[in-house]
């Protein structure tokens, strides 16, 4: 199939890449990995380049790979606290001298710089579900230079690219292994959906055969589910639906547990109201990795998480710093798939 360059594009979810530019990120970012591990220059790629990245929400990993990957580039990464700045709004929720338009947002750092990096879910948008992706849409409607997303509250595309890159580096192939993205318990539910649902397109789209587990009532967006059927099918993956963790690990080269907030529940607490979201929270607190669970997989199966991750809640301590986990080479792989992402769009 004829693709389209990737110069200019946005990077709003990996939904609007095939199967073979995906594969394109990927070993630019194995190259770029490489090169920086043999202290191989590549500062020419993005020299006098400039990223502006707006944070609407806190994070370690995600500010910090975007800005030590863009000095590795030659270029500048500029952090801009939503609060710090005229916080950015769409029409109907601005506030005088307080707020700026979006598209006067856009429009100024267009003619400053070369791509804009949002992250934004959950509190600043009140958890209604789909509305700070739809910022991420209002601000690429707005420019001609690149929108990355950092997260919002559907798609976290940097964590998946990169999730899809570790088990590549780990096992050598994507096509047909098992990959189990499940939810998990923590006391905290403010977490959106974006990884979960970001991971399965990553892992259905490069042909992985996935798993998806949740007890009821943390489905995620069906929209996204049905989308991921299809991807299978196209790629030669499987994709099916779990109520049972254990029955889901069993077998499975890759797992992923990770706590998210109940998407029908959210509904909820937009309008004020999370006691139906912390009841379901109680009802499932025997949903957690320890080694006792991660033993279901296979012997040598990886353990996965974006992190941050809730140990002695999500995860066991013995499991995250056990021999099985790639949580730190998984945090190391943001910064080298996300330098793939600015070279190849920037
Ligand atoms: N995984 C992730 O996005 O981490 P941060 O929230 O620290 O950026």
Request: glycine share 6%; charged share 30%.
């Amino acid at each position: 199939m004829q693709t389209k360059s990737l110069r200019g594009r946005d990077f709003l979810t990996l939904r609007d890449f095939t199967e073979e530019e995906i594969n394109t990120f990927l070993d630019v970012g194995f190259d770029l990995k490489r090169r920086f591990a043999m202290g191989e220059k590549h500062s020419h790629l993005l020299e006098d380049k400039s990223l502006y990245m707006v944070f609407y929400n806190q994070s370690l990993r995600t500010r910090n790979s975007f800005e030590s990957g863009m000095t590795q580039l030659g270029g500048h990464a500029h952090f801009l606290a939503s609060d710090k700045i005229y916080t950015p709004a769409v029409e109907g929720e601005e506030k005088a001298y307080s707020t700026e338009r979006v598209s006067d947002v856009a429009r100024v750092l267009e003619r400053y710089g070369d791509a804009i990096a949002i992250r934004m879910y959950g509190p600043p948008t009140g958890w209604v579900y789909g509305k700070a992706n739809s910022y991420m849409e209002e601000f690429a409607r707005w420019t001609d230079i690149p929108i990355l997303n950092m997260e919002c509250d559907k798609y976290h595309p940097c964590q998946a690219l990169t999730d899809i890159m570790t088990v590549k580096e780990k096992l050598g192939q994507l096509k047909n292994k098992k990959f189990v993205m499940s939810w998990a318990y923590s006391p905290s539910y403010e977490k959106p959906l974006s990884v979960p649902q970001s991971a399965i397109i990553a892992a259905t789209k490069m042909g992985m055969d996935v798993v998806q587990a949740q007890p009821k009532g943390f489905e995620l967006d069906e929209e996204i589910t049905d989308a991921c059927a299809g991807y299978a099918e196209k790629s030669g993956g499987s994709f099916e639906v779990s109520y049972d963790m254990e029955e889901a690990f069993e077998d499975a080269d890759v797992v992923y547990p990770k706590c998210w907030g109940s998407k029908a529940e959210f509904e909820n607490v937009a309008q004020g109201d999370d006691s139906g979201m912390k009841k379901l929270f109680e009802e499932n607190k025997d949903w957690k990795c320890d080694q006792e669970m991660l033993d279901i997989a296979k012997d040598d199966a990886l353990y996965m998480h974006c992190l941050p991750a809730d140990r002695g809640w999500e995860v066991s301590n013995e499991v995250m710093d056990g021999p099985q986990s790639v949580i730190f080479d998984e945090a190391e792989n943001r910064m080298h798939s996300q330098k793939a992402v600015m070279s190849l769009v920037m």
